[in-house]
């Protein structure tokens, strides 16, 4: 059993940097891909960003390539997600989630909410214009 907790989100202008943690139980977290998702009003659920179980791979959705950056540490068991440069578009509820699988499956398939057993409440960011 893994419980997730984000926390970090707020509101923050155009241009503008905010850091998401992911808070987990469990003594499997350093074993789990750790992933982010985000979900805007009326749309579906969207991959953001994984990160393998020992941190050295990583995997990005083309849009928030360069401008997100995902880490963890498995001594504090939190994952870490750095947003820098923030558009409005950017506004949404971010979750993080772990999954069994490891990051060398692929975008394709990280990039799927099915590939994930365990996810958070979600914390709300939004960016003014």
């Known amino acids: 059993q893994v419980q997730l907790v984000e926390s970090g989100g707020g509101l923050v202008q155009t241009g503008g940097s905010l850091r998401l943690s992911c808070a987990a139980s469990g003594r499997t977290f350093s074993l789990r891909t750790l992933a982010w998702f985000r979900q805007a009003p009326k749309k579906e659920r969207e991959f953001v960003c994984a990160i393998n179980g020992n941190g050295d791979s990583t995997l990005y959705a083309n849009s928030m390539q360069g401008r997100f950056t995902i880490s963890r540490d498995n001594t504090k068991n939190t994952a870490y997600l750095q947003m820098n440069s923030l558009k409005p578009e950017d506004t949404a509820v971010y979750y993080c989630?772990?999954?069994?699988?490891?990051?060398?499956?692929?975008?394709?398939?990280?990039?799927?909410?099915?590939?994930?057993?365990?996810w958070g409440q979600g914390t709300q960011v939004t960016v003014s214009s």
């Open positions: 989630a772990t999954s069994p699988l490891s990051t060398t499956v692929g975008a394709q398939l990280m990039g799927v909410v099915e590939s994930y057993d365990y």
